[in-house]
């Protein structure tokens, strides 16, 4: 997956629905899991006034300081805070062969430290 | 499950060990998970004082604001900035056909826009 | 596991992909769950700079107040509330044998409380 911004919501929901669907897990859980430090997976709803008010939230709780020491190394410590507090992560129970999504929600890839080439979200799935 | 106020924490746990020994699973493991986009899913000590005091930060950390886009489409965007961040699961070990809590562990719905008459939270376990 | 500061990141990689090989699971997923309600589980870089950043960022998320009303049962209200807004487990797919880690991604646990002499941290893993 490409991203195109430095902060993007990318909605994953279609792709992990068909996974559950190919699967044939009629019940149990999936995981869908970002490969990345300066990533993470949000659920929420797919509104586009409220994604933008997330970016805008994250920006403003995260904000670069020229004080973090990881920017020494690599200019995103900031990125990383994010990503670590909002986890690399959900977990979705499976019911009746379909994702227990609620009516509103969705599943979101958070681009912390973009743009990028190539990001991995893995969507792994236990059940039976 | 019904609930009461703007923001309120409701103690699972009874319920969710119900569910692990009524499923005969031994080892795995259970996620507790909302399906909506303005409750969260926590684990914390069930301390009277405590669960005020997480009440008042979330109300602290994630306040209304006049400027958040998607309150021109539904007045919560703060109540949905909170549930993205804290999340709508948690996923606990199940050891010995019980879920394995810490001592001082309970498991709560956080209720983020309330009053709600219906907050539907599924308890999914996998294991043996 | 012994702690030995207030806040310390305690790196768990090792053991856990350790884990991973010894259940021999080659397609699940791996649950890393701490029993405590003033520690975390995080994935992040093991960089040095950045863990001290890490730290110092939740040390100003939350500081101690002395109106914390669980501070009136037992002075760590700050660690509890860091604790319930990081969460307790993190997720990671199992695939091949091996925790799906990204290249940069290692799973620490938070101490929110030290320095204390004992904490459990469970490594659940489901699948085939």
Redesign the interface.
Known sequence: METHDKRELVDLTAGVAEAVKESGVK???C?V?????TGAI????N????L???LV?VAEDFPRRGT???????DN?QS??A?????????????GGSL??????SVFFLELDGPRPER?V?V?I??E
């Open positions: 019940g149990g859980i995981v899991y970002s490969m990345h430090t949000i659920i929420n709803e509104e586009e006034g409220l933008r008010d997330v939230k973090w020491l990881h920017n020494l190394v690599d410590a990383h805070l990503g670590a507090y909002l986890g690399p992560s959900v977990t979705v129970p499976v019911e227990a999504l609620g009516e509103f929600q991995k893995i792994e236990v059940g």
